[in-house]
């Protein structure tokens, strides 16, 4: 898994990418779940759709705290 720092992101438009990095805050709203994630270059928002991941990811995403370490893809 090749890494990508968030402030490098706009160079991968249209690209899949890997970024790591620890969550800053969580939101939840119905089906969508929002995390901050940072990783010393920046921040960057995950939007995750409840319809779009398995019941046991989307289990996770919900009890993700501040300063989880973690990798979006």
Excluded at 6 to 18: C, K, M, N, Y
Excluded at 22 to 40: E, N, Q, Y
């Amino acid at each position: 898994m090749q890494r990508t720092d968030i402030r490098d992101l706009a160079r991968h438009v249209g690209q899949s990418v890997t970024v790591m990095g620890w969550v800053t805050t969580t939101r939840a709203s119905g089906k969508i779940l929002f995390v901050v994630v940072r990783d010393g270059s920046g921040y960057l928002q995950v939007v995750v759709s409840k319809r779009d991941v398995s019941e046991a990811a989307w289990n996770i995403g919900q009890q993700l705290t501040q300063e989880t370490s973690l990798a979006v893809t």
